[in-house]
């Protein structure tokens, strides 16, 4: 049974219809590319899914079973976790701060309870030795590399062991050296059996850890291939609109 | 090594750590790089150096009465002040809170109500006036600085007309203890001895230290400042945290007014004028960020601490009082400008 199914999912803002009757399925342990120009719908899609608004229209299944997600949270209950564009971290706070952050673990007695700090910095350790990143958990994240901070993003989507990770765009603001060891991490989560989408505008990337690739185009699902069926000069077509479809 | 840096073999772990030789800090380097350290310095030197100039005056166990009791009231706002300040917010309110709360409660006792009641009474005006501020800001989503602006309006009026703009002074029953809590002291002995008002701050410093180190709530309040977009996609309950710092500050400002009606033995709807800059500095001196983010309880007790002191300096010194708030505003200034230069050199 593939872990995510999304039918004829539409997202209307007014009169912009940013997603139309998009169809996807996501199987466990794969990578799937999400590909498209500016404005094509890719990250309104993985908001959709992530819960940040519901769609007008059409149908989300996570195994199997139908879901409507009006917070984050909600969608982080049922397993799905994101990494943002941003990467959404707090500067002023460190690693392990980050990595918890709205999940803290706490101990205390009775109905006193307080952060635990050593348990966190622990846990948020052995999830960067798992990804194989050297971010140190009480190091503040504002002096942390591109690669760093992305490790800390992942490894927060680790926490709750989740079925699928969304990732709009994590190697779009870091250096090429960075940039493998963040396809490198994106191994290790697929290894780990998780289902990943990938969005990306940099076709490199894509061919590097994806399973299969998507192609968007003005809010349109225009293509679906396995990875190893297709090329970058395909794919660039599709996206421009210079192949209509595939 | 550094060979082996600049061009890593393929597969190679190169920590970015060797390469860019971050360390971690010690607790050493961590205490020297906060701005209360230094503003504990000042403090210290300015105390030392009075101390010699004016033996007689400065360095006496009466003076050092008068003084720590008059920085503990702007102390304790400046508190909960921090608060706010942490999620990037301000408020203005808090200085026609205290006069609101101070005629509340003064109301309270001259209707010849207990003592807990009236302090009761003045603690709700507070928070009620809190809450509309976090109500107004969280969910309406207006800025902290007109809402506030518009709250230090408001509750200065309301103080007013509740008043019959009238020093209250009648007291009833209830007086004699609730005169005690910001008038009493704690003897030492040796002709010395501390306020209570001083002791509540020691208290409340405390509390709130531990509860930014060491709780959930104080976390999250970091979190809204440093990143609000962030702290709300992890399921931080960002407009929750909003409406309780200005609740928390309200409260902070309400009981600052309840001490200082005590100690003076009156109440008056003047209370507090323009003691929104005197918390807004004390916080922003202890290193407070006001682009949010940064906040220590330390750093408003000193910040406090440092501005009463350097007062009563100049009025020892024989500056014309009206110097003072030249004084003020500059220390404000020079912290927020040192906070910047800080600021740009962890980037």
Known sequence: MPVLE?????????????????????????????????????????????????????????????????????????????????????????????????REIKKGIGPIRWLDHAAMAQRAG????????????????RQMSGGQRQAVAIARTRLSKPKMVLMDEPTAAISVRQVAEVLDLIRRLRDSGMAIILISHRMPDVFAVCDRVTVMRRGRKVAEKPIAATSPEEVTGLITGAIHSA | MSANAANPP????????????????????RIAGAQAFWVTIALILICVVMSFLQPDSFATSENFYNTTRNFSFIGIMALGMTAVIATGGIDLSVGSIMGIVAVSSGLALETNLPWWFSVGVGLGAGFIVGLVNGIIIAYLGLSPFVTTLGMLAIARSVAVVLSGNRMLYKFGSGAAIFKKLGGGELD????????????????????????????????????????????????????????????????AAAFAAILNVGWSGSAINALGTSYELLAISAAVIGGANLMGGEASAYGAFIGAALIFVIRNSLLMAGV??????????????AAVYLGKVRGARRE
Request: negative net charge.
């Open chain 1, 6 to 102: 999304l039918q004829g999912v539409s997202k209307h803002f007014g009169a912009i219809h940013a997603l139309n009757e998009v169809d996807l399925v996501l199987e466990s342990g794969e990578v799937l590319g999400l590909m498209g120009d500016n404005g094509a719908g890719k990250t309104t899609l993985v908001r959709v899914i992530a819960g940040n608004f519901p769609p007008t229209s059409g149908e989300i299944r996570i195994d199997g079973a139908p879901v409507h997600f009006s917070k984050p949270v909600e969608a982080r209950q049922k397993g799905v976790e994101v990494v943002y564009q941003d990467l959404a971290l707090c500067n002023n706070l460190s690693a392990a701060a980050n990595v918890f952050l709205g």
């Open chain 1, 126 to 141: 052995q999830l960067f030795t798992e990804l194989k990143s050297e971010t140190r958990p009480r190091d503040l994240v």
């Open chain 2, 10 to 29: 393929p597969g190679a772990d190169v920590s970015i750590e060797s390469m860019l030789d971050i360390r971690e800090q010690n607790w050493l380097q």
């Open chain 2, 188 to 251: 030492l002995g040796h002709s010395f001895s501390l306020s209570y008002p001083l002791l509540f701050l020691v208290v409340l410093t405390a509390v709130l230290g531990l509860v930014y180190k060491m709780t959930g709530w104080g976390r999250h309040v970091l979190a809204i400042g440093g990143n609000e977009q962030a702290a709300l996609l992890s399921g931080v309950p960002v407009k929750r945290v909003k409406v309780q710092v200005y609740v928390v500050s309200g409260l």
């Open chain 2, 320 to 333: 014309d009082s009206n110097w003072q708030g030249t004084f003020v505003g500059l220390f404000l200034i």
